[in-house]
C-alpha cells in the first residue's frame, strides 16, 4: 500500500484522539482504606450501552489520571472487540507484594460492589490475578461474577437468566484450550489475549509480505499476556530471539523453538522467567533488551516503559515493528499527551494496544452474547477475524503497511464510539 491510496488526516485523527482523552469521564469513584494507606479508582469514562468494563489492577503510585486514560483506552478496545459498552478501569494505589493485599482487595471489592452488582464489568489485570483474587473476592462481597454488571446494565438480565448466562460464561471462560499444556495454565480465559497479540503481529507480518521463520521477535515481559504470546509465535515460526521480564533475560540468537519456550512456561514461578540471577545481572539483562537485533518488538510488560530512548536504541538494533500488548506502553507526560504515540506511529509499524490486546475483552463479548457455551475454536477463531478486519482496516485508512497504522487503528475506534456507537465487532452466534 501507498499514501496515495489513504484517506485518513492523521492530524485531524490526533487531534480528534486528545479531545477523547482528555474529556472528563462520566463516573469517577475514589476510595481510601481505613485499615491500610491504600487508596484506590473507579473511573467510568462512559456508560455507554448501560454499562462499562475494564479490569482491576494493583500499583504502587498509579493514580486517578492513569486510572482514567485506562478507561478510555477500554472504551477503544470495546469499539472493536464488542460488546458496545463503555469503558473503565479500577485502579488501586498499592504495593502488590504487601502481605496485606488480599485484605485490601477484599475491602476493595466490598466498596465497589454496587457499581459491579448493577453496571460495571471487571476481571483481572496488572498484579491482580483473575481466579484466585478478583472472582473470589467479588464472591465474598456478594457479586457472583465479576461481569454481573454488564449482564444486567448493558444485557438486562435478571433471575435465572442472569444465573444462566453467569454458569455458561464460567464454563466458556474456563474450558482446557487444546495444544496448551506447555503453558502451565491452559484455560481459554489465561491464553485468549497472548493469543490476540500473536495473531496480530502474524497478521502484519503477513500483510507486509514477510517470511514469518525469518522474523526476529523481542518480547518484554513473560506473564499470562506474554508468556502466552510466547507460545503462540514460536508456534507460528517466528524467531523468539529474546525474552525479559522482572527476573531478567534469556536471549538466543538463533531463536528459541516452540519446546524451549513452553519448557520456559512449564518451569514458571508464578508469571516470570524461570531463571535465577543476582538483581544487579538481572538489571543488565532487561537493558539488553533494548539492543537486542530484531525486527519486532513487542511490548507486554506494564504501560509507560517505552520512551524517547528506547525508541531510539530498539530502530538501531532494527526493530521496524512496534506490537502493543502492554496497555498504552508508551511514556506519557500526562494523561492524553500524544507527542510519543505520534513519534512512534511515524518510525515504526504500530499495532495498536486496542487491536493487540482484545483477546479477553472479546472472549467476553463471544460468551456473554449467547446463551450456550462456545468452544475455544470458536472463540479463538473470532479473535482471529477481529484483529484480522481491524488491521486491514487500518493500514487501507493510512495506505500503508508500515507506517501511520496507529493513526489508522485510532480513527476506526473514535468513528465507532463517538460517531457510530453500537457497531463494534460481531461476534459468532
Known amino acids: 500500500m501507498n499514501a496515495a491510496t489513504a484517506s485518513t488526516d492523521t492530524d485531524a485523527v490526533w487531534k480528534r484522539y486528545e479531545r477523547f482523552a482528555s474529556r472528563p469521564p462520566e463516573i469517577v469513584f475514589e476510595w481510601h482504606d481505613d485499615l491500610s494507606e491504600a487508596q484506590g479508582w473507579l473511573i467510568i469514562n462512559s456508560l455507554k450501552g448501560g454499562a462499562a468494563g475494564g479490569g482491576t489492577r494493583m500499583l504502587a503510585g498509579i493514580g486517578p489520571d492513569d486510572v482514567t486514560f485506562l478507561a478510555k483506552a477500554m472504551e477503544l478496545k470495546f469499539a472493536f472487540t464488542g460488546p458496545p459498552i463503555g469503558g473503565a478501569k479500577s485502579g488501586i494505589d498499592f504495593d502488590p507484594n504487601d502481605p496485606r493485599k488480599g485484605e485490601v482487595l477484599g475491602r476493595w471489592f466490598e466498596a465497589i460492589s454496587p457499581e459491579l452488582l448493577s453496571r460495571y464489568g471487571t476481571a483481572g489485570d496488572l498484579n491482580v490475578n483473575e481466579l484466585t483474587e478478583v472472582i473470589p473476592h467479588c464472591a465474598a462481597a456478594g457479586v457472583d461474577h465479576p461481569q454481573m454488571g454488564v449482564l444486567r446494565g448493558h444485557f438486562g438480565l435478571e433471575g435465572e437468566a442472569l444465573r444462566q448466562r453467569v454458569e455458561l460464561m464460567d464454563r466458556g471462560l474456563h474450558q482446557p484450550v487444546a ?248 461476534v459468532p452466534a
Open 179 to 426: 495444544g496448551t499444556s506447555g503453558l502451565g495454565g491452559t484455560r481459554l480465559w489465561e491464553t485468549v489475549t497472548g493469543y490476540g497479540v500473536a495473531a496480530s503481529t502474524r497478521r502484519l507480518l503477513e500483510l507486509q509480505g514477510r517470511d514469518l521463520t525469518k522474523t526476529r521477535v523481542v518480547l518484554q515481559g513473560f506473564g499470562i499476556v506474554g508468556g502466552a504470546a510466547a507460545h503462540y509465535m514460536a508456534g507460528a515460526g517466528l524467531k523468539i530471539v529474546g525474552i525479559t521480564d522482572a527476573a531478567g533475560g534469556l536471549f538466543s540468537e538463533q531463536g528459541l523453538t516452540a519446546a524451549e519456550v513452553d519448557s520456559l512456561l512449564a518451569a514458571r514461578t508464578g508469571n516470570t522467567l524461570p531463571i535465577d540471577v543476582h538483581e544487579s545481572e538481572a538489571r543488565e539483562l532487561r537493558e539488553r533488551i533494548w539492543d537486542t537485533q530484531a525486527e519486532v518488538f513487542v511490548a507486554a510488560a506494564a504501560s509507560g516503559l517505552l520512551n524517547d530512548v528506547a525508541l531510539d536504541r530498539i530502530e538501531k538494533a532494527g526493530v521496524d515493528t512496534i506490537v502493543s500488548a502492554a496497555n498504552h506502553p508508551f511514556w506519557a507526560a500526562r494523561p492524553g499527551d500524544t507527542r510519543l504515540e505520534r513519534e512512534a506511529d511515524s518510525r515504526f509499524a504500530v499495532v495498536a494496544d486496542v487491536i493487540a490486546g482484545c483477546g479477553t475483552a472479546h472472549a467476553f463479548a463471544c460468551q456473554s452474547a449467547v446463551d450456550h457455551v462456545l468452544s475455544p475454536e470458536e472463540v479463538i477463531g473470532s479473535i482471529e477475524e477481529t484483529v484480522t478486519e481491524a488491521l486491514s482496516e487500518s493500514s487501507r485508512r493510512v495506505g500503508s503497511t508500515e507506517r501511520g497504522l496507529l493513526a489508522g487503528a485510532l480513527e476506526v475506534a473514535l468513528e465507532r464510539c463517538e460517531g457510530q456507537p453500537g457497531q463494534g465487532q460481531p
